[in-house]
């Protein structure tokens, strides 16, 4: 035991100074790599408050609108309408009659000049509409109405347009007023960037979502009360388990690609459809749900199951009486989860042509539709500088709704997470 | 009748089913002649035994009409005297045809082709008779069926057994979506892959060096679908660039938060870095191109690169790095936490500081799971779409020069797809090939590194 | 490698033999460590109350008591391992050589190079045999260069009993040795950093009888070199390694003494229902 080497060794001298220098150096390393931890998790967190900062200064402006006044004499120029013309079921037919464009735009050119619709919005005449409509008395008045720009002095006037807007807007500086821009929520994609809206890719969206669910959902589920509870060991359930964790992973890109050739062009469905998109985010949200479905199932603890076989439940009544309702909180969860992600999904869904121009909300699953990511995409690739703040705006709106869904997963679990 | 109100009506016509079948073995409950203990199943079990009966058959009968009818329409179309009109070639006659069905089940309004407008009426002729067939015998379907179950009922009828065995086989058919869908991706990228590869050579678009289907000629003897470029073009944006953003920020973070931050702090920032991963791609798309893109550029002309590009891979790298953040973090924090704590206390209690500790004992320890994950992560960058389409640019460069512009698979795919192109040009078929590839990997990846976690994972068990 | 150089004295080297180390660090009869009025709490719960005890160089020190007693908690005070738990507090005070360990000027990492532990699973890290040696040496920087690196290895190796089971395989995975050999290693590592106590939290429970008595004998040979504390809950074991023996129940130390008193004449009740079994 006693070899030579070993009684080489003398005691370690831990206050000298070599070795106390040492220690500071090791403790200074332990300083720096803690610093580095720190600066990470600052980084990413400041990556994170960056964006959102970006998001919301330039999207905050997107739901306002720079507004000038514009006098209307309505007697003067409706050689005497009434205010019962516009009310009831005909109101926005005799405004058609009426010729209210026309009305608004020589109103403006009274005020502005002959060059002064240039000043306006070309939908600026829609906005006397709804008031008219809001109120049908102003028609026997002469009333000042506040009226949207022209996109490039909206620009101008928020922020920093072309010189000749802005030489515009010194001109006019002191008129102009900002006004919520109710348009944004109620219209659907134009070409003039005062007068989008995302109520249409909005109701695309939520079509979408209901196809998604209505398919994603049951399949999911049940198919992880299989894997979970019935599925015996043999290779067909392995098959099905490798299937579902590569599909969890398959670019969503791929996706796209498998709709396009199945669906649309193997089974011929509609192009650019809610049906197709829908079904093309079920095929992808699917295994979202199986993956949490089976965590959640997997957690009910078997002593239920046996207390229901006990009483002489069959299989399949342990199951849809006991096992579902208690994992429901976490399938649940797991489906708001899957659903957000799907909700903010862009590529596939240019694959199968949900990219198209717009202008009409769908009404139904086969109507052409586009959804709101890919709103925000369109938009942004529009070279008008007033989609900026239009499409930073679709991004907060699509954002929030990501929030409320993620709360409410959140939410979810911690209400009903149950420790056995 | 259309497809859906037809549903409707059977699903309908089964629960009346459903209604009399309960009534009929209620009845043998509650008549007397036959106790309780008599009845096999509850009379709720005997009900949807009826109505399965009366659905099941006359869905399954639907779905396999829906296939068989366009053939037999088409057929009978074509019998009528203004199908002699038709021209003789193939492609002509079958655009005529695709175009007089779309007129004649509502689908267009107007016709292109004169001879089609001659062809719509024949074709509503067929559909309508056929539609009319469909109809009459699933409706037969269902009451024959209906019936013939409801004449079964006897309080010995094993209902609920039958109707477990018909639940189990849709628990599994759900399952087998999983399968079915794998099987689509693979046969519809395969398929119209072989149709790419048998206009251009395998050879020449794994290898090949130029990308530029703009170019692209003739039906034979193409060029310019050489892809090294695109897969130059991810690997450089979704393996280098942004693994060299999330590794270094991923690994710290991770480590930071399990290590060293205290647990409140932990349960606060753990939520906020997820979020990361929550913000939809599109957003990052459109933040790399308006805010970062054009601040690298600045800065890359600052320090003298004249040449950088506004769609610099640089832009789209850094951003996607910053997506992929919580996913390393995420995957790093479970491989740390599965290192057994005997192993942090081993190390302490030699002596060791904690960050010597995390360096020599703990990350060693975890690096096949970290590695693991590292890999999903890269499967995850490569397929990304959003970010590259928005910000990386669109020129096929094979350049290592982070300040130029290179392009990636997931940008071809979409830019070969999208805009009005026809199905069998190699321009678009040229996006499945790519998608095959990318398929193909991301799986590999994907395998490679579930199996490395898993190893790692029972190491420690 | 950037170790610093250590300055040998002329004297130092030739003289420093096994037994110079022991009689220089001893100065026999003089406790290795003292703990007066020591207080452990985990939060609100007082794990350890009121315990002193001296711990001397020349004799193998054995922890007894049911479990849940506090003495695995009391070992854990040694080096400071509690530490690492953010809810444990210590009051009272436990000195290395007349150094208070839980004085701010103390270093908690030299000390817990001073004071080795070695756990109840055998905790090799994921690494080779020889790096898990080398791992204390090397973050302490004790040896100048690869030579004296080896040393250490072969020496520490030597101590424990394991060079010659594992000479010739000293890239193979710590992890790969069984589990009574993994325990050797880990003394051989906990070695390597030339401790002055090596504390043992029940370092035989998770190994079979063989692999214990080869501990048992390890520990034997080891006793002079080091002061060593054993924690057990095996009493055979205790009175076969150890020659004083501290009985803990319900976080107090019941009662302190030579060994072979505690086992044939215990001076209190409760020691001596303990070791004629009547409860534990």
Redesign the interface.
């Known amino acids: 035991?006693?070899?030579l080497?070993?009684?080489?060794?003398?005691?370690?001298?831990?206050q000298?100074a070599?070795?106390q220098?040492?220690?500071a150096g090791?403790?200074a390393?332990?300083r720096r790599?803690?610093a580095?931890?720190?600066?990470?998790?600052a980084?990413?967190?400041g990556?994170?408050g960056f964006?959102l900062v970006?998001?919301v200064g330039?999207g905050f402006l997107g739901f306002t609108q720079t507004e000038l006044p514009v006098e209307i004499d309505f007697p003067a120029v409706t050689s005497g309408a009434s205010p019962s013309q516009f009310q009831g079921p005909n109101a926005e037919a005799n405004l058609q009659v009426m010729g209210l464009r026309e009305i608004v735009n020589s109103s403006i050119e009274i005020q502005y000049g002959p060059e002064g619709t240039d000043l306006f919005s070309s939908g600026a005449w829609t906005a006397v509409s709804a008031k008219i409509l809001a109120d049908p008395d102003i028609v026997e008045q002469k009333t000042a109405v506040n009226l949207p720009v022209a996109s490039a002095l909206d620009v101008a006037y928020k922020d920093e347009g072309n010189p000749e807007a802005e030489a515009k807007v010194s001109e006019l500086s002191g008129q102009f007023s900002t006004g919520f821009n109710w348009n944004f929520l109620s219209n659907s994609d134009a070409t003039d960037p005062m007068q989008v809206g995302i109520w249409g890719a909005f109701k695309g969206s939520l079509i979408t979502m209901i196809v998604t669910l209505m398919l994603a959902f049951?399949?999911?589920v049940?198919?992880a009360?299989?894997?979970e509870e019935?599925?015996p060991k043999n290779r067909l359930t392995d098959?099905?388990e490798v299937?579902?964790?590569?599909?969890a992973?398959?670019?969503?890109?791929?996706?796209g690609?498998?709709g396009?050739?199945?669906f649309l062009?193997?089974f011929g469905m509609?192009r650019s459809g809610a049906l197709v998109g829908g079904l093309t985010l079920a095929?992808m949200t699917?295994?979202v749900i199986?993956i949490s479905g089976r965590n959640a199932v997997k957690s009910v603890p078997p002593s239920i199951r046996e207390a229901a076989l006990g009483i002489g439940a069959?299989?399949?009544q342990v199951v849809f009486h006991h096992v579902l309702p208690l994992a429901l909180p976490g399938i649940l969860t797991g489906t708001i989860i899957g659903m957000?992600?799907a909700?903010?999904?862009?590529?596939p869904l240019?694959?199968i042509g949900m990219?198209a121009f717009i202008a009409t909300p769908p009404s139904g699953i086969t109507d052409p539709a586009t959804v709101l990511?890919?709103q925000?995409?369109l938009w942004?690739d529009e070279v008008d500088r007033g989609f900026?703040e239009k499409?930073?705006a679709a991004?907060i709106v699509?954002?929030l709704f990501?929030l409320i869904m993620?709360a409410l997963a959140?939410y979810l679990r911690n209400r009903f997470e149950t420790r056995w | 009748m259309t497809g859906a109100t037809l549903l409707f009506l059977i699903i309908g016509l089964g629960l009346i089913a459903w209604f009399f079948g309960r009534l009929k073995a209620a009845g043998m409950q509650s008549g007397g002649k036959h106790s309780r203990s008599a009845l096999h199943s509850l009379p709720n079990y005997h009900g949807w035994y009826v109505a399965l009966w009366a659905i099941l058959p006359a869905a399954i009968f639907l779905a396999v009409w829906s296939f068989a009818s366009p053939a037999l329409i088409t057929d009978a179309a074509l019998t009528s005297p203004a199908a002699a009109q038709l021209p003789q070639d193939a492609f002509a006659r079958a655009a005529i045809l695709s175009e007089a069905r779309a007129i004649a089940s509502g689908?267009q309004v107007n016709a292109f082709n004169p001879l089609s407008q001659s062809m719509v009426e024949p074709y509503r002729d067929a559909i309508t008779y056929y539609q009319m067939i469909g109809t009459v015998a699933a409706l037969l379907l269902v009451f024959a069926c209906g019936v013939y179950a409801w004449l079964q009922i006897k309080p010995d009828l094993r209902a609920?057994t039958k109707i477990?065995r018909v639940?189990?086989l849709?628990?599994?058919l759900?399952?087998?979506?999983?399968?079915v869908?794998?099987v689509?991706?693979f046969l519809?990228?395969v398929?119209?892959s072989v149709r790419f590869f048998s206009m251009v050579s395998p050879i020449d678009f794994l290898f090949g060096t130029e990308w530029n289907p703009k170019a692209v000629a003739g039906p034979r003897g193409e060029t310019g679908f050489g892809a090294i470029p695109l897969f130059w073009g991810t690997v450089f944006i979704g393996a280098i660039i942004a693994m060299i953003v999330a590794i270094?920020?991923?690994?710290?973070?991770a480590?930071?938060?399990t290590?060293?931050?205290p647990a409140k702090f932990r349960s606060w920032?753990k939520?906020?870095?997820e979020?990361?991963a929550?913000?939809?791609?599109?957003?990052?798309?459109?933040?790399a191109?308006?805010?970062v893109a054009p601040a690298l550029r600045d800065f890359a002309v600052s320090i003298g690169i004249s040449n950088a590009s506004s769609e610099s891979a640089l832009a789209a790298g850094v951003v996607m790095g910053?997506m992929i953040?919580?996913f390393v973090?995420s995957m790093a924090d479970d491989s740390i936490a599965a290192v057994p704590s005997a192993m942090r206390d081993g190390s302490l209690a030699m002596g060791a500081?904690?960050?010597?500790t995390?360096?020599k004992v703990l990350i060693p320890a975890a690096l096949p799971g970290v590695v693991g994950g590292v890999l999903?992560a890269v499967?995850?960058a490569?397929?990304?779409?959003?970010i590259v389409?928005?910000a990386a640019g669109l020129a096929a460069n094979m350049t290592a020069n982070p300040f130029s512009s290179v392009t990636t698979v997931?940008t071809q795919?979409?830019q070969l797809?999208?805009g009005d192109q026809e199905?069998d040009s190699p321009k678009t078929l040229a996006?499945?090939a790519l998608?095959l590839v990318?398929?193909i990997v991301?799986?590999l990846l994907?395998?490679i590194a579930?199996r490395v976690v898993k190893k790692y994972r029972e190491a420690y068990e | 490698m950037n170790y610093?150089?250590?300055?040998?004295e002329p004297n130092?080297?030739v003289n420093?033999?096994?037994s110079a180390?022991t009689a220089?660090?001893t100065e026999s009869g003089t406790p290795k460590m003292t703990a007066r009025h020591v207080d452990v709490f985990y939060g609100d719960k007082q794990a350890i109350n009121d315990v002193s005890i001296d711990v001397n160089m020349d004799s193998v020190t054995a922890f007894i008591g049911p479990s849940g007693c506090g003495k695995s908690t009391f070992l854990r005070c040694m080096n400071r391992m509690n530490d690492t738990i953010p809810i444990a507090r210590v009051t009272g005070e436990i000195k290395l050589e007349g150094e208070d360990i839980y004085a701010s000027q103390m270093?908690v990492?030299?000390l817990r190079?001073?004071v080795g532990m070695v756990f109840q699973k055998p905790n090799p890290f994921p690494k080779s045999i020889y790096d898990n040696i080398a791992y204390g040496p090397r973050?302490?920087?004790?040896a100048t260069g690869k030579e004296e690196l080896d040393?250490?290895v072969?020496?520490s190796l030597?101590?424990a009993?394991l060079w010659g089971e594992v000479k010739d395989r000293l890239d193979d995975s710590g992890t790969a040795l069984s589990g009574g050999q993994q325990q050797r290693l880990c003394i051989a590592r906990a070695i390597a950093?030339?401790p002055e106590v090596i504390l043992m939290d029940e370092p035989c429970s998770a190994l079979d009888p063989i692999a214990t008595a080869k501990i048992e004998e390890l520990i034997h040979?080891l006793r002079g070199k080091y002061a060593i504390v054993i924690v057990t809950h095996n009493m055979q074991q205790a009175a076969r390694v150890s020659q004083k023996t501290a009985f803990f129940h319900l976080g107090t130390l019941v009662e302190y003494g030579e060994t072979t008193d505690i086992f044939t004449n215990p001076r209190e009740e409760k020691t001596r229902d303990y070791i004629t079994g009547r409860y534990g």
């Not at chain 1, 909700?343 to 590529?347: I, V």
């Not at chain 2, 270094?248 to 973070?253: N, Q, V």
């Not at chain 2, 929550?278 to 933040?287: I, K, Q």
């Not at chain 2, 500081?353 to 010597?356: A, M, N, R």
């Open positions: 035991m006693n070899s080497t070993e009684t080489k060794r003398r005691p370690t001298d831990w000298g070599e070795m220098k040492r220690i090791r403790y390393a332990e790599f803690k580095m931890g720190m600066a990470a998790i980084l990413s967190a990556f994170l964006l970006v998001m330039n049951p399949v999911g049940l198919a009360l299989y894997l019935y599925a098959l099905i299937s579902i964790n590569n599909l992973a398959v670019p969503s890109i791929i996706f690609l498998l396009l050739a199945v062009n193997f509609p095929l699917m295994p199986v069959s299989p399949l957000a992600r909700l903010g999904e862009t590529a240019l694959m990219r990511p890919v925000i995409f942004s900026v499409t930073s991004i699509l954002l990501l993620n959140i | 689908n609920r477990e639940t189990m849709v628990l599994l759900a399952s087998l979506i999983a399968i869908t794998t689509g991706i519809s990228l398929f119209e270094p920020l991923g690994l710290m973070s480590i930071y938060l290590q060293y931050a920032m939520p906020i870095l979020v990361l929550g913000v939809p791609t599109v957003v990052y798309g459109y933040f191109a308006l805010t910053i953040i919580p973090s500081t904690q960050s010597e995390i360096k999903l499967s995850r490569i397929g990304e779409t959003m389409v928005m997931t795919i979409v797809l999208t199905f996006a499945f998608g990318l398929f991301t799986l994907n395998l579930l | 610093d150089q250590k300055i040998l130092e080297s420093m033999t096994d180390t220089m660090n270093d990492v030299q190079a001073r973050i302490h920087g004790l040393e250490i072969e020496s030597q101590r009993g950093v030339d040979e």
